[in-house]
């Protein structure tokens, strides 16, 4: 007689089905029973703390592009991870993320690390949360959260699991579905806004993060150069859309709504692809947007859609967008041609330290392979990276969402793995401020325990340099705790099995990360640098 099978076999094989074989976490008692046998078909990435969990696996389904596993601790490790869970929403990753929860059979009377409420606790920064009504409802459970995670915009689902269902026995097979993962343009609201890029006399296009996820890279390269209009990213991008040593490309908006307007004033026409409009920081009171301006927006997310406090939208994936809407475009020789961008190439004597983000940036701009990706979270130091490291590549710049620190090192840590997952042979170069690295340094072990490709150049200014800025843009003066006097960043990581240095200036800095790049796992260059005000607005 057959051994029916249980509620585990059938999610495994579920998994295994779906392509999510690894798995993000840092087992807890609820989770055991999921994690039992742990099948060797499947990898166990190993995070020490939840925060961390979660943005590796973000890293790692950045890169892969591609739905990724997350299994946590009930409500304290979901607890721990809601801040990289906000970065992950904000960036669109698609990551089901699970949690275990206390025994059914005892849920009624609160027993320790029950998650009460547990639907609860992940929103609103997932799209979909849900704790099976009986154990035979998990694989569905899974099914559907695999559907809802992918399809656009993409996100993080949440399943809360008793640990006493995968044992039970199952209904039979998990019913295996398949979901789009791209939204199609209404054509004739398609058809109307070609008629109106046509018309235009002196258009700007703001290219985003959703078309470096859609991999329209090539398709927004060449809606540019048909539109023949000045190229401009979203400020504080977690992605890059657009080649930033085209011709067209001009740099980053700014943060603020007043200097936004003055970089619009003059086009008759604003064209936002894949971003949205806009991403403002501080406030600095000005026009949302210029007299004598009109503005498209194409996105496939509802929410950005509606946010916008101008424009007109069109809902759709930006590949499938840029791919029907450049054949309608009429050429247009005569609309002015920006002015590219001074990329010249650096120069000046050797240095020694303190380092200035500018001799940071432009050493490392000579020895970076063209190749290797960037994870940058150094927001004070952001003007320095797009002059001299900027994106060239699809899918090779990396930063949060969110705005909140701590996502850079797991992230970076995420990118590696999945790079390696999916066959692409790359180094990752993770420029970190020094507040930021604290934020989440134990990821450099898991780092270190897989023996990753990164080098991260950790910004030892002393400061929160960006929080400082702040501080005189908001005439707060004597603002506590913006200071980080004592850190021993080499010591630490090589406690965590790190290969480590701090260098003495620019030939130094050459030397290392040369010497980095030839070394097996990661390796972090600490570098003192002298702060500086970051522009804000």
Request: charged content about 15%; aromatic content about 8%.
């Amino acid at each position: 007689m057959a051994t029916q099978s249980t509620v585990w076999d059938v999610t495994y094989d579920l998994l295994r089905t779906l392509g999510l074989t690894t798995v993000f976490g840092n087992p807890g008692s609820t989770e055991q029973t999921f994690l039992k046998n742990f099948p060797d078909d499947f990898t166990y990435v190993l995070g020490l703390q939840e925060a961390s969990v979660l943005a590796m696996a973000d890293g790692f389904a950045q890169s892969t592009g591609k739905p990724t596993l997350v299994n946590l601790h009930t409500a304290a490790g979901t607890g721990n991870a809601m801040g990289s869970l906000v970065a992950a929403y904000k960036s669109n990753t698609p990551l089901i993320v699970t949690a275990g929860q206390q025994t059914r059979e005892m849920s009624l009377c609160e027993p320790y690390l029950t998650n009460t409420g547990a639907t609860q606790l992940p929103l609103p920064w997932v799209k979909w949360s849900y704790e099976p009504a009986r154990a035979q409802d998990v694989p569905a459970a899974f099914m559907r959260a695999y559907t809802v995670a992918l399809q656009p915009p993409a996100g993080p689902v949440y399943l809360s699991i008793p640990l006493d269902d995968w044992e039970k026995p199952a209904l039979g097979p998990a019913v295996v579905r398949t979901a789009t993962n791209r939204c199609a343009p209404d054509a004739d609201r398609l058809h109307s806004f070609a008629e109106r890029i046509n018309r235009a006399r002196r258009p700007l296009l703001v290219i985003g993060p959703e078309v470096d996820r859609a991999d329209a890279w090539d398709a927004g390269v060449q809606f540019a150069e048909a539109v023949h209009a000045p190229v401009y990213g979203s400020a504080l991008t977690d992605r890059a859309g657009f080649p930033e040593d085209h011709p067209l490309w001009q740099g980053l908006l700014p943060m603020t709504i007043a200097e936004v307007a003055e970089v619009l004033r003059g086009h008759d026409l604003v064209i936002v692809v894949g971003a949205q409009v806009f991403r403002y920081y501080p406030y600095v009171a000005g026009e949302y947007l210029p007299e004598g301006s009109e503005l498209l927006h194409i996105t496939n997310d509802p929410f950005l859609a509606g946010a916008a406090p101008v424009g007109d939208s069109l809902l759709s994936d930006t590949l499938l967008a840029l791919r029907e809407l450049t054949p309608l475009l009429e050429s247009k020789p005569d609309r002015p041609t920006p002015t590219p961008l001074d990329r010249s190439p650096a120069t000046g004597e050797a240095a020694s330290a303190p380092l200035t983000p500018h001799q940071v940036y432009s050493t490392l701009s000579a020895l970076k392979p063209p190749s290797a990706a960037l994870a940058n979270e150094s927001t004070s130091t952001m003007a320095e990276q797009q002059r001299w490291l900027p994106a060239v590549r699809p899918r090779s710049f990396f930063a949060t969402g969110s705005g909140g620190i701590g996502w850079g090192v797991p992230g970076a840590v995420g990118v590696a793995l999945g790079d390696r997952a999916v066959g692409r042979k790359r180094h990752v170069v993770a420029t970190i401020g020094d507040g930021s690295f604290q934020y989440s340094i134990q990821a450099i072990w898991t780092a270190a325990q897989h023996k990753l490709p990164i080098v991260f150049v950790v910004m030892r200014n002393g400061e929160y340099a960006v929080l400082k800025s702040f501080a005189l843009l908001e005439k707060t003066p004597n603002v506590p705790g913006l200071d980080l006097p004592g850190l021993d960043i080499e010591s630490l990581a090589v406690g965590f099995g790190c290969r480590a240095v701090t260098v003495d200036g620019t030939e130094h800095l050459a030397k290392e990360f040369e010497a980095a790049l030839g070394v097996e796992g990661p390796t972090v260059i600490v570098v003192p640098t002298t702060p500086q005000v970051a522009h804000l607005g």
